[in-house]
C-alpha cells in the first residue's frame, strides 16, 4: 500500500480495520560441506570465512556488533516454513502479536507487535502516539505541525538509543527531579520515556515513572531491549502498567537479530503499525521485518517460556568457575563474580591480575584474545578493574579454549615473581 496516490482511503481503513479487529549450536555451528547441501557460495559450511571474515568465541554477550545471539535449529526449521507462503503482512503482524500476548499472558488491551529490533519498536511506538490513526499526520511526521511535540526523559537516560525518539521530529526534555518533571509536563507532552536499564541511574524509579505518567494522563514507554533474563521482564513492565514497553528479540530470547516487539496498548500498538512497514510514505517504512522474522519471534518466544531458567543460570556460572579455575592457577590472577541488576541479567566473571606478577594490560590481554585464533572477544572494564566476560553465549566446549587462551597469555606475561 502507498500513502498518497495508492494508499487512499479505502486501503488505510482497510489496514486500519485488520489492527482494529484485535483492539478493538555448538562451535561447529557450520557443519560439514555435505551437510549443507549447498553449492557455490556456502558449500565450505561457513559462508562468513568464504567472505573472509573472522568468526569470534563471544564471552561479552548478546551484543548487537557481535551479532546478538545463536538461533535455534527449530526457529531455523519454522522461518524455512514462513518462507515458502505469501500472506497480508498487516494481517500476520496482528495474528502474531495476539499470539505473544496470549503467551505472555498480558494484561487485558495489550497485545503485542513485531518490529526490526528493539530500536524500530521505539520510533514506531512514539510515532504512532504523535499521529493516531490521522492519515496526514502519518504522511507529515517528523513534521509535528498539528501534533504534540515533546517527550520528558530522565537526564541520566538520555543514550545513544534516543536518537529513535528524536526521528520523530520531538524535542526531548530532561528532568531529574520530580519536581521537574511536573513543571514539565505541558500540553505539548506526547509521551513520558524511560530507559530500563539506567533505572539505578536516575531518581525517578520504574514503578514511580509510570505512576506519575498515569496521574498526568501522560502515555510513558520503557525500552527494556536486553532486559531478560529475567523472564518475567516480558510482562513485570506491562502489569506496572507501561502503555508501551520495547524488547530486543535478537538477544537472550535469541530470536532473528533483526528482529524486536513493541508490547502495549492495543490501539497504541495499532497506531505504530500504521506507522511502520508494510505501509509506504512512513517514518517506520525503511525498517522492514520480514514474514520470516516475524514467525521466527513468535516460535523463539515460545522456546525461550519453556526454558529451564534455573537450570541455564547453574550452567552458565559452572562454565565461569570452570575458567577461573585454571587461570587462577597462574601467579597473580584472581576472579570474583557477579550478576549485574539489569540487562545481561546473567552470571559474569571479573578477572583481576596484579601488575607485579603480570606484565601487561587487561587492555592489551583483551586485544591478544581478539587476535587469537579462534578469535575471543572479551570485555575491559571501563567502571571496574580487569577484564569482564560473561558465558551465556558461548557454544558447547568453549569455555575450554577461553580457559586455555587466557592461561597461554598470562604466563607468557608472568614476570615469575
Known sequence: MRLGSKWNRRSFLGSLGVIAGSVLAP??????????????FGKSGNPY?????????????TMTMLGGSVIRPELEAVMAQAGRHFVRMPELEVAAGKRIAEMLKLPEGYTALVTSGAAAAMQSGLAGILTGDNEAFIRQIPDLTGMKSEVIIQKSHRN???????????????????????????????????????NSQGQIKVDEWVKLAKEYKVPCMNDAAADTPPVSHLWDYANMGYDLVTFSG??????????????????????????NSPHED??????????????????????????????LTK??????????????????????????????????????FDPAKISVTPKEVSQLLKD????????????????????????????????NQLVRILREHSTGT
Not at 562451535?27 to 557455490?40: V, Y
Not at 520531538?170 to 536499564?197: C, G, W, Y
Not at 522492514?288 to 523463539?300: D, F, L, P, R, S
Request: one cysteine or more.
Open 282 to 311: 512512513t517514518i517506520g517504512r525503511s525498517q522492514k521485518v520480514g514474514k520470516e522474522e516475524i514467525v521466527g519471534m513468535v516460535k523463539a518466544l515460545e522456546l525461550y517460556l519453556n526454558e529451564g531458567h534455573e537450570a
Open 315 to 352: 550452567e552458565w556460572q559452572d562454565r565461569l568457575e570452570s575458567i577461573s579455575r585454571q587461570i587462577t592457577k597462574v601467579p597473580g590472577v584472581t576472579t570474583s563474580f557477579f550478576v549485574p541488576e539489569i540487562a545481561n541479567h546473567v552470571p559474569h566473571m571479573r578477572i583481576i
Open 372 to 403: 587469537s585464533k579462534p578469535s575471543i572477544v572479551m570485555s575491559v572494564g571501563e567502571e571496574q578493574p580487569g577484564l569482564g566476560m560473561n558465558s551465556f553465549m558461548l557454544q558447547p566446549g568453549e569455555d575450554k579454549i577461553v580457559a
Open 160 to 198: 545513544p538509543f534516543d536518537h529513535q525518539l528524536r526521528t520523530t521530529g520531538v524535542k526531548l526534555i530532561d528532568v531529574e527531579t520530580r519536581d521537574d518533571l511536573r513543571q514539565a509536563i505541558s500540553p505539548r507532552t506526547a509521551m513520558m520515556h524511560f530507559s530500563n536499564f539506567a
Open 49 to 61: 570465512e568464504e567472505l573472509g571474515v573472522t568468526t569470534v568465541i563471544n564471552c561479552q554477550g
Open 27 to 40: 562451535r561447529k555451528l557450520f557443519a560439514s560441506k555435505s551437510a549443507t547441501g549447498s553449492s557455490g
Open 250 to 275: 535478537g538477544k537472550a530470547i535469541r530470536g532473528p537479530q533483526c528482529a524486536g516487539m513493541l508490547i502495549g496498548r492495543k490501539d497504541l500498538v495499532a497506531y505504530a503499525l500504521l506507522n
